[in-house]
């Protein structure tokens, strides 16, 4: 019976010393995937009155053969971040979102009197003409981050 419990654990510990080699071994050179999104035209609005916050407009892509869902923005130079819509009950009024959703090669546009970004607390170095950094969040914990040009309040939408 002693002997069966010493072959036992030999066997136990030689496979786990091979489950254990085989994650240590590096995998063969690969090819960097491409990210799933794309975003273009990029803009942030800075706000009109000091305290209220900038909105950032873009277009985004899902590149990939597969649904992403994003569920955090990021603004560089604010304090914190949200994503809205507008829903339509009996006016259309404006809500902050968890998530979005966007299928294999669809894009959506973050435009005004739709789907945005709010950033709150904007640093007074984010001037009209520079630029900053948006970083956005899927649902998994990846991230993808583009840059937005800052535009002042009245400048054409």
């Known amino acids: ?37 794309s975003a273009t ?3 942030m609005f800075l706000p ?20 992403i ?3 955090k923005a990021e603004v560089a130079g604010t304090e914190r971040a949200e994503m809205h819509d507008y ?8 809500t902050q979102i968890d998530m979005v959703t966007l299928d294999p090669g669809e894009t959506l546009s973050f435009e005004p009197g ?11 170095d984010l001037k009209p003409e520079s630029v900053t950094s948006v970083t956005l969040t899927m649902a998994g914990g990846s991230t993808m981050s583009f840059d937005v040009d800052v535009l002042p309040a009245d400048a054409e939408r």
Do not use: W
Request: aromatic residues 6%; proline residues 5%; contains cysteine.
């Open 48 to 67: 009109a009155v000091e305290g209220n916050p900038a909105a950032i407009y873009f277009e985004l892509t899902n590149d990939s053969d597969r649904a």
């Open 114 to 124: 739709a789907k945005h970004v709010m950033a709150y607390e904007v640093s007074p």
């Open 1 to 37: 019976m002693l002997e069966m419990k010493s072959i036992y654990a030999a066997l136990a510990l030689g496979l786990a010393s091979l489950a254990l080699g085989a994650c240590s071994q590096e995998t063969a050179e690969s090819e960097e995937a491409a990210p799933p999104l």
């Open 41 to 43: 035209e990029g803009r």
């Open 69 to 71: 869902a994003v569920r």
């Open 87 to 94: 829903m339509e009950f009996d006016e259309k009024i404006m």
